[in-house]
């Protein structure tokens, strides 16, 4: 009995997947798409002004800056001393501001943590160069 049992699950794991080639992920037919330096009539950076100039007319807002890429705007905001209880107040009005200014933007990333607002003003420094 033990030995018909044991040949059943031998012959099982050696059908079952005992075979020595390696199956390997091929990426050589996949494509990255680079998104379009424009959307609309303006490029990144002009979206990407229109957003800031409109983001300094909200009240509690000391400086901030924008990053466009496709449809999303990432966006860093530096509020004014005495004003962190609005904060959501002041980022929901960012999010209406974003999409008000510009018209392709479907999606708002947007933070007031003073370390990741400075990352987002690099990244801005660096795409305006």
Known sequence: MWKKLSAIILSI??????SPKVTENNL???HLVKADE???EKTFQERALS?????HQINGISGNAVVVEGHTAIIGL???EG????ATRIIREADNAARQADEYINNTSITTNQKIVSLVEEMERKRAK
């Open 13 to 18: 794991l050696v059908c079952s997947g005992c």
């Open 28 to 30: 050589a037919g996949a």
């Open 38 to 40: 424009m959307l609309g």
């Open 51 to 55: 957003i800031k100039n409109l983001l």
């Open 78 to 80: 530096r509020i004014e």
């Open 83 to 86: 004003m962190e209880d609005d």
